[in-house]
C-alpha cells in the first residue's frame, strides 16, 4: 500500500509541477489516478509540508508550495 501511494504522490507531484493549482477532481480526471490513491496523495505531501491548498467556496485547489 505505502508504494502505491508514494508512487500517486509522485506522479501527483509531477503533475502540479507542470500544470500549476488544480482541483482534485480535475487531478482524477486527468492523471487517471484512482481517486482515493490521489487524496492519499495529497495527504501525503501535506504532511510533508509540500502542498498549499486553498479553498474559494466550494472548491479546493492544491499547488506546490
Known amino acids: 500500500m505505502a ?6 504522490a509522485g506522479a501527483l507531484w509531477k503533475y ?22 490521489v487524496q492519499r496523495a495529497i ?4 504532511k510533508e509540508g509540500k502542498l498549499v491548498i486553498v479553498t474559494k467556496g466550494r472548491t479546493e485547489t492544491i499547488s506546490l508550495k
Request: glycine share 10%; aromatic share 4%.
Open 3 to 8: 508504494d502505491s501511494i508514494g508512487n500517486a
Open 16 to 37: 502540479l509541477d507542470k500544470n500549476g493549482a488544480s482541483s482534485a477532481t480535475k487531478i482524477v480526471k486527468e492523471t487517471k489516478l484512482d481517486a482515493k490513491d
Open 43 to 46: 495527504g501525503w505531501l501535506a
